[in-house]
């Protein structure tokens, strides 16, 4: 059997190496003064998926990635490490998505893709860490999701069943859950596998259409009429048959008033189970606390 | 994120910046008449150069994010002999892992067979990173060079079945020295016998010193004619692990590589097939090889030099007595200065010999489908004489600086070096081999020294000479031609007191001269088409070179046949 996995990447500014200039006046991220790299747990999500390509042959991975034009260049980075396909959300439409819009509209993308058995990505990406992204799509996709996965134990293709371990306070736990499904891999899964000397030969000059110099685009279109792998495709809002009110500054409810450092002064934490009780409880404690709302 | 190939843009310009380098991509890329049958295949001279330069940069990557931070824990734990075989220290595994999964092997073999079809050079930059990062390491890594022997002198069965697998990464070891064979080959006892009844040879014996001797396909020197004694009863063999039949009885406990397993042998009817002609075993293949490999440690000693160099610089600027960093100290400067340029001078020499050879060799792999024209066939000549000049000068030379280099390295330290804590205690012992292995330093010596005397070098440099600088370097070139005059006035100095004996004794010397007289004349060449690089390190090696020529010359013209009296014996 084989599988089709998508694999969703994100292109971020490197908050790992900030200098002074790493923040606006306004609270927001410089995204000029920091260089753009792979979301670090997108990584370890494409290692998950690599792993299962090695183990069930044939299969198929298709990254799909949501940004500014640049951002083919994570689908490029999956192409050398041994994806398949890669998607390149972007359009002016989309810009100023928080995690609702980002996650309607990649969770849009995906349906476009289609067929998938098995959805992989980041738990969260370290621009915003929010963590938010994956769930919301496995929601919008009536998906079963595993979160802080670690490991995909063993993937069994009869039975359409996967066993994950995951991470758990204090511990790890090993779930069983349907196909298809959304997996948010966590930073201490395996690191992925590097670069490949003969993929990164075949796909260095595969490129987006927005990526394309005007006057180059001759040259691009006798290059991808021989060898057609070199085109990643690129999708609009239209593309994906995205509704105009849920994406982008118009889909997107959240607005950041400020920006505060924070220093945590709570000793004690709650735990609380996955119960909507609990759930509902939590919601109901923050909205009264003027937290949420 | 750290990248050895990025951080180190002397690489990158050893890498591309020659003019031979197109020939020697011309020749190997075929006129780039495979472009259609492969998709990773160049479509031009400058496509081919951004292959090489993004593959060096994923491997720098490894090297700087797997390979090296693994090194401590390689040297620490080695490896282990476990019921007869070997089992690697856990980390190694890892950078095996990683470099595998790269597609870093088979690197120099053809894509017709899944290799990356690179010149010698380009797998050179790759070699000596990686070797930057874990010396050990780097001899399982680039043993993938003995594919060149078994590729060069196999049949075309034996390619299509051993090549492949080479690409897809499994490892290889040369099975030559023996207890009673070390420099000596030709003493190898190693028996073969060939079975009329199962049609195939079988291996009995010994093999000791063997680098990464539970490889997955052996290259053998044994004895395949009975009776004989010397290396023309010699043939090369080759030895498929699947086969079974080797064991590995100990493991050595070596001063330094520990993350390389050196190991005895024993042949217990290991079955076998001969690789090429009978009898052309050590003559001709085994040289082949060794030249091979020679360069590799070449790569290796250029590697050691350069992490040496890192680690020094890196603590003299972070390290403060008397309240400032130490790297402020005269002391301290010179030292550094000295580490630099005698690297960035023994790496110009390194990659001018891969260039050599790679014009050479792709130009003996395009007479394997066709006939020669008269041009290519003196071309072919010319560069085979030059790269066996340079061979054993740059194996040599840099083997001794990386011993230099990795000593300062320690002094630079001060105390500190000297505890185990610090990478240059690891590079220094590392580095102790690199004189030793494939050939001695002394061994380099004697197959340099007909290229001494007949005149390889001294053309070589004259070809040198000749080439025009950048005005700001006219008076280093001045200085390097008063040394080229020296080192040529005592060759004839030598060689008129028509005594093979006092050659011998004055042939360090000479060798030495010319390794210094040729590095020279390549900074200068390097200093002049990028300042910004090499401009003082040309200026700081022409210091150091003058002196060591100066030197070596009083030492040489103080001799003559009477005084060897007083070195005989001791």
Request: charged residues 25%; aromatic residues 8%; proline residues 3%.
């Amino acid at each position: 059997m084989s599988l089709k996995i998508v694999v969703l990447a994100k292109q971020v500014p490197d908050t790992r190496n900030v200098g002074p200039d790493a923040m606006t006046e306004q609270g927001t991220i410089n995204r000029a003064a920091l260089p753009a790299v792979f979301n670090p747990e997108d990584l370890n999500a494409l290692e998950q998926a690599l792993r299962l390509k090695d183990q069930f042959p044939g299969s198929t991975i298709s990254v799909v990635t949501m940004g500014l034009p640049k951002s083919a260049e994570v689908v490029r980075e999956s192409l050398y490490r041994g994806a398949d396909e890669g998607f390149v959300v972007t359009d002016r439409t989309l810009g100023g998505a928080d995690t609702l819009a980002t996650s309607y509209t990649l969770a849009q993308a995906i349906k476009k893709v289609g067929n998938y058995d098995i959805i992989l990505c980041g738990r969260q990406a370290i621009d915003g860490d929010t963590a938010q992204v994956g769930p919301q799509i496995a929601q919008k996709l009536g998906l079963t999701q595993v979160t802080y996965a670690e490991e995909i134990l063993s993937l069994d293709e009869k039975a359409r069943k996967v066993v994950i371990r995951r991470l758990i306070d204090g511990g790890v736990e090993t779930v069983e859950a349907p196909l298809p499904l959304v997996v948010t891999v966590n930073g201490s899964a395996a690191p992925c596998r590097p670069r490949n000397a003969k993929r990164v030969m075949k796909y260095k000059n595969a490129t987006a259409v927005a990526e394309r110099a005007p006057e180059a685009a001759e040259k691009y279109a006798a290059l991808i009429a021989e060898k057609p792998y070199l085109n990643i495709a690129q999708w609009g809002a239209a593309d994906i048959e995205a509704d105009p009110a849920q994406i982008g500054k118009a889909g997107s409810p959240t607005n950041v008033k400020a920006v505060k450092n924070i220093v945590f002064k709570a000793k004690e934490s709650r735990t609380l189970t996955a119960s909507d009780e609990d759930v509902e409880g939590l919601i109901k404690e923050l909205l009264e606390g003027k937290i949420i709302g | 994120m750290a990248n050895f190939y990025t951080d180190h843009p002397e690489i990158k310009f050893n890498l591309e910046s020659s003019p031979l380098m197109n020939r020697i991509v011309e020749l190997r890329e075929n006129g780039f008449a495979n472009e259609e049958k492969s998709d990773y295949a160049p479509a031009d001279y400058a496509d081919a150069i951004d292959n090489y330069n993004k593959v060096c940069e994923l491997a720098g990557d490894i090297v700087s994010n797997v390979i090296a931070p693994n090194a401590e824990a390689v040297d620490a734990e080695g490896p282990h002999c476990e019921n007869g075989r070997v089992r690697y220290a856990s980390k190694t595994y890892e950078n095996l892992e990683a470099t595998v999964k790269a597609g870093l092997c088979g690197v120099t073999m053809p894509r017709r067979f899944g290799g990356l079809n690179f010149p010698v050079t380009a797998y050179t930059a790759i070699n000596e990173m990686i070797a930057a990062g874990d010396a050990g390491f780097e001899n399982i890594w680039s043993l993938q060079d003995c594919i060149e022997t078994l590729y060069e002198f196999g049949d075309e069965d034996q390619r299509s079945r051993f090549v492949p697998r080479i690409c897809a990464g499994e490892t290889m070891s040369m099975d030559l020295t023996e207890p009673d064979a070390g420099s000596d080959l030709q003493r190898v006892m190693l028996k073969a016998t060939y079975s009329e009844a199962d049609k195939c040879w079988y291996l009995n014996g010994v093999k000791r010193f063997i680098t990464n001797g539970d490889s997955d396909i052996h290259l053998v020197l044994a004895r395949s004619e009975e009776g004989t004694k010397d290396g023309r009863g010699l043939s090369m063999f080759i030895y498929d692990k699947r086969d079974g039949g080797v064991d590995v009885r100990r493991i050595e406990n070596k001063m330094g590589i520990h993350g390389s397993p050196t190991c005895e042998l024993v042949y217990k009817n290991a079955k076998a097939e001969l690789c090429g002609r009978r009898k052309f075993g050590l003559i001709k293949y085994v040289m082949a090889l060794m030249n091979g490999a020679r360069l590799g440690i070449a790569a290796q000693a250029v590697g050691i030099s350069q992490a040496s160099y890192d680690e020094a610089l890196a603590y003299a600027k972070d390290r403060k007595q008397f309240n400032q960093a130490i790297i402020n100290f005269p002391g301290v400067y010179e030292m550094l200065s000295n580490m630099k340029a005698r690297l960035d001078a023994g790496r110009a020499l390194l990659y001018q010999t891969a260039r050599y050879v790679d014009i050479y060799k792709s130009l003996e792999d395009i007479e394997r489908t066709r006939k020669l024209t008269d041009e290519e066939k003196a071309e072919l000549k010319l560069y085979n004489k030059l790269a066996s000049a340079g061979t054993p000068l740059t194996k040599g030379m840099n083997a001794e600086y990386s011993n230099i280099n990795s000593y300062d390295s320690i002094q630079v330290h001060g105390g500190s070096g000297y505890m185990l804590e610090y990478a240059c205690q690891r590079l220094y012992r590392d580095a102790r081999i690199t004189s030793i292995y494939e050939g001695t330093t002394q061994l380099q010596v004697v197959a340099a020294l007909p290229h001494i005397t007949t005149g390889t070098y001294t053309s070589m440099l004259d070809e040198l000479e000749a080439a025009a600088v950048a005005p700001e370097f006219e008076s280093l070139k001045a200085r390097a031609k008063a040394m080229d005059d020296k080192f040529k006035a005592a060759i004839d100095y030598v060689k008129a007191a028509e005594n093979n004996e006092f050659l011998d004794l004055c042939s360090r010397r000479l060798y030495e001269m010319a390794g210094n007289c040729v590095m020279a004349q390549l900074l200068i060449r390097d200093a002049s088409a990028n300042a910004e690089l090499f401009g003082k390190s040309a200026k700081v090696y022409l210091n150091l070179a003058e002196a060591e020529v100066a030197k070596h010359y009083n030492f040489v013209k103080s001799l003559d046949v009477e005084a060897m009296e007083s070195y005989r014996k001791a």
